[in-house]
């Protein structure tokens, strides 16, 4: 317990220390003046910055490179300080101090001795050396040692003592102890820089002591650097001193390559031709083989590269080097050779080199190399290794070598060896394998004492039988049928040594297996087997499954650490422990300080004062275009510096901020110091906050245009051109790619067009060009080596797994079905696999990624110029880089060795990305559309079409389990380059190309399968990038295309339809039941999206437009509807659909584009709306607010018109009335719930009058008042809501006409609730506004008001006029009736008393009333009724005005009445007469005429508006009658070709999608959109239209075709037919010639008659 309490503290101390140790690390780099102890300058290290700025613009190279590495490591002193302390190796114990202090004296001693060599090692008399390489000692140029000769002998006697014993002291040091730490000791202390000076002394070549001297050396090195690949590096860089022809200097070569997989890859052709040269010139020494066998496998991977190399060296070689005893003298030289070697074969035997020559051979075969294969079996055939092994007096050695030779050159091979399925040979040696068996199993209990035999049996034989009889090839063999009797003998044998007891557990497994193996062939075979060996059998393989088990058993580490120190391990771990901690402190400090550099060189004027030369010369760029010039002096001379340079220009460009608040902190505080030391406080901190954004924000990317643009004008685009045609390096010119895709991340187009200026400038693109096509060649060629490999390891291995799990026997091998089940049992070995698969990926193929993505961004935004100059450049050699992007993809994919169907073993993580990003960058090359390249692609004569289909279509198998998303991105950046490949054609070429080897019911199952996929991905809460059902539509886009061109995809994507959707026609357009959309909006949508078809929820989220192009040509879209546009309301629908108006040429089209701005900014506000639920909640049921306001208003409005004034106590209904009312209305809601409508009405008021009736009715008014209030109140918000009405601002509030009159009635009420009930009258205006053909009445009226107005106003006028005519000549005749109030309604106090008069009469039974009648009616005749109107003029008007317009004769009507006699009567009746006709008859009626003629006007347009929304397409204009007697109708035309909605949704899908990832057709539209010019819009046109008209003609150009095929073939034959003829005539012309010589000849009396003669010649002629 104490002890464990002990290390409990000491752990606690650790860890306190820990911390302790990482502030004190970071207090080293204090910042600013009198802070730092690491301080420069008295400026807080600025002047030393400004002086590095100063340098670096200097012109002299070498101080500029200085300049920029001080400037480097200024910023990385942290760095620095991290890669010191992790080479700290800590000597803990004693004895590692006394080694360490041995080792040091030692390595002293050894350094000064080697400086002075001269003066002790032993020369020539000559002095030169022996042919070694140019000295590089230090003691050069030593003076001689004046001592006598003697003398110098003796000591140097000493000195080779001295060193020998020093040597030997430092190999036993390495003997010993724990052999990692002692090299790391070894190389710490710099003990291979001695020797190597050590190895370079010149020496006499008889000198033995020296000589042992360099033995010792030799050693000493290749323990230095056995299994120790950093040891191998530093050694590698001295390659040059081994190559010599020595054998010591071959072993230390093999030990510097052995098992380094790396160095093996990177080796050169002329260290290889210097050791075969050696074979050729220094004796045939098998160490030299030994190296070459070393190189050929490293890591447990196989370097098809090396193994290439040799073959062919070997074969260049002759027969010096490559020695075979094939012909019959050799042959028996061979069986001389080994009837010596019966004991043992000698090292320097030529035997021995015989066997390792073969050995070699049969490794450069392994691993499913083609080339190779070929060629070993050209050297060797199979004949003389059956002869060979056969022989009676074959050793084992030799037979092991054959055999392993047979098995990787004939068996285990890439393609088919026909020989050894079709001859007897390969059964002559498995007769000769059951000899060596039996001899094996002869003495069963007891082991045989011949090792070699029993490896050749176990380790050689059976694998060889394994392979052959797995092989694929061998299902064929024909050969198999005659001999039955020796599988027999081989199972025989197998299950033989099987038994024997000494057989360990390891190799049983590999006899097992055999066995198996051999079953199999057996049974498919139809062998027939002895019922005991069948028995036996079975019995093996029943026991196989247990057999695993314990084998697993066997394979669990058991492995028992070297007993190591407690304390020792202890410390090296808490060591361990403090790096870490550093290394995590200082990781975020390091990036930070190294982001400020990029700073400093991307803005170094602010280290200088305002106005001084060196400032204006920074601002002028001067500092950045010095820097990239010297980047390219650096390529060759200092390759570190340049890519560090070339990383801080890609980090100036695109900065990736990743460290934490400390790194920012430390970042700020440095940029402070620095950058904006003599700033205002203030603006410094914003500064250096701007410095700091970039980490988590979005990219701004016109800034990064902007430095793009100022690097490019510096001479960036140059740099990183030159960079890549001239470097060598290869980090090098991935740097140069890199800063390439930097300059142009973001899609710009000036980068894009000074690369192609520059190409096209100066003729570079031929050297460009060619680089670039290289590399692409150099992967292909690597992939090919390596795929082939991976297939089969892969394949193996699975086969492997499928022994170990006991699975059922594989059926098929080899043909890609047996790994991927394997793989599928094994996820987590298969997660293994894949890590050994991704380092199989090597530089040339990773360097691939860069390349791409820098073709894809030269192409972006569909850029005709470059994307056509990447297939055509215009030069002597044109280099077409889209081809070979889809040669990459075709090998990538393994079309080149396999079926199609075997993708799954050919895709795996690692590369996976890479193919993601060559089909991105072929998207790239199609998109615009570039036709050429769109042709390029479909018409190549690679697979490359069909490996994209087969990407969509296959399961791409070991990875789809457990890397979803993968696959998903993938399938999608297939399909879009499928859809990339057919944009905007026309003819049908590439669409037919694609569905050749395409299966139209498989797609249309990937389509349904990706549909499923997105519900087991949330089930399973699996992270994907892209979702499956994004994939799926992709796809079901693409098949959409694609339909058109194949009926059969064309019916299996009509999605199932329902009943009613068939009766939908022009009513859903008017109604606008865009149903898709508005069932998503629906709460009840879910339940039904789950039960739906594929294709038809696919189908709901796909649309399709057509657009006009440039040239005029029409072009059909298919396009996924943006999720955003679910959003859109009916209601805006509606309006929309109905109140777009038509502009001058009778289109819409403008007016509607107008109101897609407003309608994708409703679409996004409803979007946020749903993320407020309560708000939604009230939003989405306005209208019932509404309704409820407009009914509530109404109640209120009839109690008060019954019951007002209430206080009174006289309404004009009583109790009774009111409950028989209660019941009736009662009644009526009853019946009316039950026909479902109108039932909640005369509830309502039943309610009301029930309140009334309990409550009384002001308490029932204040209620009423008080819900109409609060309703309203709802209402306004779900208004506001709905159109998002704050959002828009204050002033488009207050602009908004609606929320205004909303805001009015809201203040009504409240005015109606708590000022009198009679503002509620008011209310009842809502009908005006809810109503449409009352708002027409209105809109009668008020619509034409100025016209109406100034009618009015001529009324007025012509009154005025009149008025004045009366007053200066009529005024008598002003005379008019009046009727005063009496006076007794004037008094109260007197009404009061006469009524009490009345009641008191009445009660005493006296009438009363006719006398007070009488004295009203005197009362009233002693008043006077008439009155003067006229006496002023002011009073005439009024008159005039007021009785004038009012009577219907005018004013005539209510003046006096004149006798005939009055000499005015004329002029009264001319009066009269001229205001009736005027006044009254013409001026009022036109008022009325314009009123009456407005409504009639707006009654026709409401008509005509209809009318046209019927029978005229809203986008095109055209007319129903155009689509008579077409293939399409009319309202097929309005739904699916030309339906508003979709392009609305179109213009939406632009305004929201990514600008770099446009199509074609949508950075077009983007582009007209952006210049608001809507030519897209198809005007008084449509395709379906277009394509009727043009069928006609189609088919006769198709008849034409036709006919022309056939005379083309006619002409053909007839062509064929001649040239038989002439050939022909031509041989009868020469026969006849020979006759007629052989006549002349023989001395024919008789001459050619000259007619003949002539009849001769013509025909000729003819």
């Known amino acids: 317990m104490a002890e464990a309490d002990a290390t409990t503290n000491v752990e606690q101390a650790a860890t306190v220390n820990l911390q302790q140790i990482g502030d004190q690390a970071e207090a080293m780099f204090g910042v600013g003046k009198m802070n730092s102890i690491l301080e420069v300058d008295d400026e807080g290290g600025r002047m030393f910055l400004r002086v590095l700025i100063h340098l670096t613009m200097h012109n002299y190279a070498p101080l500029v490179s200085g300049a920029l590495q001080l400037l480097f490591r200024h910023f990385s002193q942290r760095q620095e300080v991290l890669h010191t302390f992790k080479q700290v190796q800590l000597l803990i114990s004693t004895l590692d101090v006394e080694n360490y202090k041995l080792i040091k004296a030692d390595l002293d001693r050894l350094r000064t001795l080697v400086e002075k060599s001269e003066l002790w090692v032993e020369k020539k008399s000559s002095g030169g050396g022996d042919g070694k390489k140019d000295k590089k000692e230090k003691g050069e140029g030593a003076a001689e040692d004046p001592s006598p000769k003697k003398e110098k002998q003796q000591k140097g006697n000493e000195n080779y003592q001295n060193v020998k014993e020093i040597l030997e002291r430092l190999n036993k040091m390495c003997s010993s102890g724990v052999w990692k730490k002692q090299q790391r000791l070894l190389k710490n202390m710099g003990a291979h820089k001695v020797m190597l000076d050590l190895l370079q002394v010149s020496y006499d070549k008889n000198d033995v002591k020296m000589q042992e001297i360099i033995k010792y050396t030799h050693m000493f090195l290749q323990k230095f650097c056995m299994g120790n690949q950093e040891n191998q590096a530093l050694l590698h860089k001295n390659l040059n001193l081994f190559l010599n022809p020595g054998l010591q200097e071959a072993e230390t070569v093999q030990h510097i390559f052995s098992n380094n997989y790396q160095l093996c890859s990177e080796i050169s052709e002329s260290v290889l031709q210097h050791f075969i040269h050696c074979l050729a010139t220094h004796g045939r020494h098998v160490q030299y083989l030994n190296f070459l066998h070393t190189i050929i496998k490293a890591e447990g991977k196989y370097v098809k590269k090396c193994q290439d190399m040799i073959m062919t060296e070997l074969t260049n070689a002759g027969e010096d080097v490559v020695v075979f005893y094939n012909d019959k003298a050799s042959f028996n030289t061979m069986l001389e050779l080994m009837a010596e070697s019966r004991e043992g074969v000698g090292e320097k035997s030529p035997l021995r080199y015989h066997i390792s020559l073969v050995e070699l051979l049969a490794a450069c075969a392994e691993g499913k190399n083609v080339y190779t294969e070929i060629k070993c079996t050209s050297l060797l055939p199979l004949e003389d290794v059956v002869r060979v092994v056969t022989h009676e007096d074959c050793i084992t050695e030799v037979k092991i070598a054959y055999v392993n030779f047979v098995n990787h050159c004939y068996v285990d091979t890439e393609v088919e060896m026909k020989e050894i399925y079709t001859s007897n040979h390969i059964w002559k040696l498995f007769e000769?394998?059951?000899?060596?068996?039996?001899?094996?199993?002869?003495?069963?209990?007891?082991?045989?004492?011949?090792?070699?035999?029993?490896?050749?049996?176990?380790?050689?034989?059976?694998?060889?039988?394994?392979?052959?009889?797995?092989?694929?090839?061998?299902?064929?063999?024909?050969?198999?049928?005659?001999?039955?009797?020796?599988?027999?003998?081989?199972?025989?044998?197998?299950?033989?040594?099987?038994?024997?007891?000494?057989?360990?557990?390891?190799?049983?497994?590999?006899?097992?297996?055999?066995?198996?193996?051999?079953?199999?062939?057996?049974?498919?075979?139809?062998?027939?087997?002895?019922?005991?060996?069948?028995?036996?059998?079975?019995?093996?393989?029943?026991?196989?499954?247990?057999?695993?088990?314990?084998?697993?058993?066997?394979?669990?580490?058991?492995?028992?650490?070297?007993?190591?120190?407690?304390?020792?391990?202890?410390?090296?771990?808490?060591?361990?422990?403090?790096?870490?901690?550093?290394?995590?402190?200082?990781?975020?400090?390091?990036?930070?300080?190294?982001?400020?550099?990029?700073?400093?060189?991307?803005?170094?004027?602010?280290?200088?004062?305002?106005?001084?030369?060196?400032?204006?010369?920074?601002?002028?760029?001067?500092?950045?275009?010095?820097?990239?010039?010297?980047?390219?002096?650096?390529?060759?001379?200092?390759?570190?510096?340049?890519?560090?340079?070339?990383?801080?220009?890609?980090?100036?460009?695109?900065?990736?901020?990743?460290?934490?608040?400390?790194?920012?902190?430390?970042?700020?505080?440095?940029?402070?110091?620095?950058?904006?030391?003599?700033?205002?406080?203030?603006?410094?901190?914003?500064?250096?906050?701007?410095?700091?954004?970039?980490?988590?924000?979005?990219?701004?990317?016109?800034?990064?245009?902007?430095?793009?643009?100022?690097?490019?004008?510096?001479?960036?685009?140059?740099?990183?051109?030159?960079?890549?045609?001239?470097?060598?390096?290869?980090?090098?010119?991935?740097?140069?790619?890199?800063?390439?895709?930097?300059?142009?991340?973001?899609?710009?187009?000036?980068?894009?067009?000074?690369?192609?200026?520059?190409?096209?400038?100066?003729?570079?693109?031929?050297?460009?060009?060619?680089?670039?096509?290289?590399?692409?060649?150099?992967?292909?060629?690597?992939?090919?080596?390596?795929?082939?490999?991976?297939?089969?390891?892969?394949?193996?291995?699975?086969?492997?797994?499928?022994?170990?799990?006991?699975?059922?026997?594989?059926?098929?091998?080899?043909?890609?079905?047996?790994?991927?089940?394997?793989?599928?049992?094994?996820?987590?070995?298969?997660?293994?696999?894949?890590?050994?698969?991704?380092?199989?990926?090597?530089?040339?193929?990773?360097?691939?990624?860069?390349?791409?993505?820098?073709?894809?961004?030269?192409?972006?935004?569909?850029?005709?110029?470059?994307?056509?100059?990447?297939?055509?450049?215009?030069?002597?050699?044109?280099?077409?880089?889209?081809?070979?992007?889809?040669?990459?993809?075709?090998?990538?994919?393994?079309?080149?060795?396999?079926?199609?169907?075997?993708?799954?073993?050919?895709?795996?993580?690692?590369?996976?990305?890479?193919?993601?990003?060559?089909?991105?960058?072929?998207?790239?090359?199609?998109?615009?559309?570039?036709?050429?390249?769109?042709?390029?692609?479909?018409?190549?004569?690679?697979?490359?079409?069909?490996?994209?289909?087969?990407?969509?279509?296959?399961?791409?198998?070991?990875?789809?389990?457990?890397?979803?998303?993968?696959?998903?991105?993938?399938?999608?950046?297939?399909?879009?380059?499928?859809?990339?490949?057919?944009?905007?054609?026309?003819?049908?070429?590439?669409?037919?190309?694609?569905?050749?080897?395409?299966?139209?019911?498989?797609?249309?199952?990937?389509?349904?399968?990706?549909?499923?996929?997105?519900?087991?991905?949330?089930?399973?809460?699996?992270?994907?990038?892209?979702?499956?059902?994004?994939?799926?539509?992709?796809?079901?886009?693409?098949?959409?295309?694609?339909?058109?061109?194949?009926?059969?995809?064309?019916?299996?994507?009509?999605?199932?339809?329902?009943?009613?959707?068939?009766?939908?026609?022009?009513?859903?357009?008017?109604?606008?039941?865009?149903?898709?959309?508005?069932?998503?909006?629906?709460?009840?949508?879910?339940?039904?999206?789950?039960?739906?078809?594929?294709?038809?929820?696919?189908?709901?989220?796909?649309?399709?437009?057509?657009?006009?192009?440039?040239?005029?040509?029409?072009?059909?879209?298919?396009?996924?509807?943006?999720?955003?546009?679910?959003?859109?309301?009916?209601?805006?629908?509606?309006?929309?659909?109905?109140?777009?108006?038509?502009?001058?040429?009778?289109?819409?089209?403008?007016?509607?584009?107008?109101?897609?701005?407003?309608?994708?900014?409703?679409?996004?506000?409803?979007?946020?709306?749903?993320?407020?639920?309560?708000?939604?909640?009230?939003?989405?049921?306005?209208?019932?607010?509404?309704?409820?306001?407009?009914?509530?208003?109404?109640?209120?409005?009839?109690?008060?018109a019954f019951f007002y004034p209430y206080d009174s106590g006289q309404g004009a209904i009583d109790d009774s009335m009111l409950l028989m009312l209660f019941w009736i209305l009662t009644g009526l809601s009853v019946l009316g719930l039950f026909s479902k409508q109108y039932g909640l009405q005369p509830l309502t008021l039943a309610l009301i009058l029930r309140s009334i009736y309990h409550l009384g009715i002001g308490n029932t008014l204040i209620l009423l008042g008080s819900l109409n209030l609060i309703n309203k109140v709802v209402f306004v918000v779900s208004f506001v809501g709905n159109n998002g009405t704050f959002i828009m601002g204050y002033k488009a509030m207050v602009m908004d006409v609606e929320f205004l009159y909303h805001l009015a009635y809201v203040l009504t009420s409240t005015l109606g609730l708590f000022v009198h009930e009679l503002f509620y009258s008011i209310l009842l205006f809502d009908l005006i506004y809810r109503e449409e053909t009352l708002f027409n009445v209105i809109k009668s009226v008020t619509r034409n008001g100025r016209s109406i107005l100034l009618t009015a106003l001529l009324a007025l006028i012509l009154v005025y006029l009149f008025s004045i005519l009366g007053f200066l000549f009529l005024k008598e005749d002003f005379i008019m009736e009046v009727d005063p109030l009496l006076q007794l309604s004037a008094d109260p106090q007197h009404t009061e008393a006469a009524q009490d008069f009345l009641k008191s009469c009445s009660t005493d039974g006296v009438s009363c009333t006719a006398e007070t009648s009488v004295e009203t009616v005197a009362e009233e005749e002693g008043e006077p009724s008439t009155e003067r109107a006229c006496d002023t003029l002011l009073m005439c008007i009024v008159t005039v005005l007021n009785h004038g317009l009012r009577n219907g004769g005018g004013v005539g009507d209510v003046l006096r009445k004149p006798s005939k006699n009055e000499p005015l009567f004329p002029a009264r009746v001319v009066y009269d007469l001229l205001f009736y006709f005027v006044v009254i008859i013409i001026v009022l009626n036109l008022i009325f005429g314009v009123i009456i003629d407005t409504f009639a006007d707006l009654r026709s347009e409401k008509q005509k508006k209809e009318e046209i929304l019927k029978t005229t397409c809203f986008i095109c204009g055209l007319e129903r009658d155009k689509f008579d007697n077409k293939t399409v109708s009319f309202e097929e035309h309005i739904k699916l070709e030309h339906n508003i909605w979709n392009y609305l949704y179109f213009i939406v899908l632009v305004r929201e999608k990514n600008q770099t990832d446009y199509t074609g057709p949508e950075s077009y539209v983007a582009h007209m959109i952006k210049n608001n010019n809507l030519d897209w819009f198809p005007r008084m046109q449509a395709m379906s239209l277009v394509v009727t008209d043009g069928d006609g003609e189609q088919n006769e150009m198709r008849m034409l075709q036709d006919k022309l095929s056939l005379t083309m073939k006619v002409v053909t034959t007839l062509t064929g037919q001649l040239n038989e003829l002439k050939e022909q005539m031509t041989e009868q012309r020469k026969r006849k010639q020979r006759m007629g010589f052989v006549d002349v000849q023989a001395g024919a009396s008789g001459a050619v008659p000259p007619s003949a003669a002539g009849g001769n010649h013509q025909i000729y002629k003819s």
């Open 432 to 1200: 000769d394998f059951t000899v060596d068996m039996a001899r094996v199993c002869n003495k069963r209990e007891k082991r045989l004492t011949d090792p070699v035999l029993e490896k050749y049996i176990i380790n050689v034989v059976f694998d060889t039988i394994t392979a052959f009889f797995s092989s694929p090839f061998s299902e064929n063999s024909t050969s198999l049928q005659t001999h039955h009797t020796i599988v027999v003998q081989l199972l025989q044998s197998s299950v033989r040594l099987l038994d024997c007891p000494w057989l360990l557990p390891l190799h049983r497994g590999q006899v097992e297996a055999c066995i198996k193996t051999l079953s199999l062939t057996a049974k498919n075979r139809s062998i027939s087997l002895p019922l005991e060996l069948e028995a036996l059998i079975n019995n093996v393989l029943s026991s196989l499954a247990v057999n695993t088990l314990n084998r697993s058993a066997y394979k669990t580490p058991t492995r028992s650490a070297r007993p190591v120190p407690y304390d020792y391990k202890n410390i090296i771990e808490k060591l361990q422990d403090i790096i870490n901690t550093l290394e995590e402190r200082l990781k975020p400090l390091v990036n930070s300080e190294l982001s400020v550099l990029v700073d400093v060189l991307h803005q170094p004027e602010l280290l200088f004062l305002e106005g001084s030369d060196a400032r204006q010369r920074c601002e002028s760029g001067g500092f950045i275009s010095k820097l990239i010039q010297h980047t390219k002096a650096l390529m060759s001379a200092e390759e570190k510096l340049c890519i560090k340079v070339l990383r801080t220009l890609q980090e100036m460009l695109i900065r990736t901020l990743d460290f934490d608040e400390k790194g920012m902190m430390l970042r700020k505080v440095l940029l402070q110091n620095y950058l904006f030391s003599n700033r205002k406080s203030n603006q410094k901190n914003d500064l250096a906050e701007l410095g700091a954004a970039g980490g988590e924000q979005e990219r701004d990317w016109a800034a990064v245009a902007a430095i793009q643009c100022r690097l490019d004008r510096e001479g960036g685009t140059k740099l990183f051109t030159d960079l890549v045609m001239s470097s060598k390096n290869d980090k090098i010119f991935q740097e140069s790619i890199q800063l390439a895709i930097c300059l142009l991340e973001g899609g710009n187009t000036e980068i894009q067009n000074s690369f192609y200026k520059l190409m096209m400038g100066d003729n570079k693109s031929e050297k460009f060009f060619k680089v670039l096509h290289d590399r692409m060649k150099e992967a292909q060629m690597d992939i090919k080596a390596t795929v082939s490999v991976n297939v089969g390891e892969m394949t193996h291995k699975a086969n492997e797994k499928e022994l170990e799990a006991g699975g059922l026997p594989l059926m098929v091998h080899g043909q890609g079905i047996a790994p991927v089940t394997a793989a599928a049992a094994m996820p987590t070995q298969q997660a293994e696999e894949q890590r050994e698969v991704e380092a199989e990926m090597g530089p040339a193929v990773t360097i691939m990624k860069p390349i791409l993505r820098f073709l894809q961004l030269l192409c972006e935004n569909h850029n005709n110029n470059l994307q056509n100059f990447l297939r055509c450049q215009n030069n002597k050699t044109n280099y077409n880089l889209v081809c070979e992007t889809l040669q990459f993809l075709d090998i990538m994919c393994g079309s080149t060795t396999g079926g199609l169907g075997l993708l799954g073993l050919y895709i795996n993580e690692s590369n996976v990305h890479l193919i993601i990003q060559t089909l991105e960058t072929l998207t790239e090359y199609c998109q615009g559309p570039c036709q050429e390249n769109q042709t390029c692609i479909v018409t190549h004569e690679s697979n490359g079409i069909d490996i994209i289909t087969a990407l969509i279509l296959n399961d791409i198998s070991p990875l789809c389990r457990y890397r979803v998303e993968m696959v998903l991105q993938l399938k999608d950046n297939a399909s879009k380059l499928l859809l990339a490949l057919m944009e905007s054609r026309h003819d049908n070429e590439n669409a037919e190309r694609i569905l050749f080897n395409l299966r139209p019911r498989e797609l249309v199952d990937v389509i349904k399968k990706a549909y499923q996929q997105e519900s087991e991905c949330e089930e399973e809460q699996v992270e994907v990038e892209v979702s499956p059902r994004e994939v799926g539509h992709n796809i079901y886009i693409l098949a959409q295309q694609l339909a058109r061109h194949n009926k059969v995809l064309q019916n299996l994507l009509k999605p199932p339809k329902n009943s009613k959707e068939g009766e939908e026609g022009i009513s859903s357009m008017l109604t606008l039941q865009s149903r898709p959309l508005s069932q998503m909006l629906k709460s009840s949508a879910p339940a039904e999206v789950v039960d739906q078809d594929p294709l038809d929820y696919y189908d709901q989220l796909t649309s399709q437009i057509e657009i006009v192009r440039e040239d005029r040509s029409m072009e059909q879209i298919v396009f996924p509807v943006h999720p955003i546009c679910e959003f859109l309301t009916e209601e805006s629908k509606l309006r929309v659909f109905n109140t777009t108006e038509q502009d001058e040429q009778g289109s819409k089209v403008t007016h509607f584009f107008e109101q897609t701005s407003f309608l994708h900014g409703e679409m996004e506000w409803q979007k946020k709306l749903r993320s407020m639920p309560v708000l939604y909640w009230f939003s989405r049921r306005m209208t019932l607010w509404g309704t409820i306001s407009f009914n509530l208003a109404v109640f209120i409005n009839l109690i008060i």
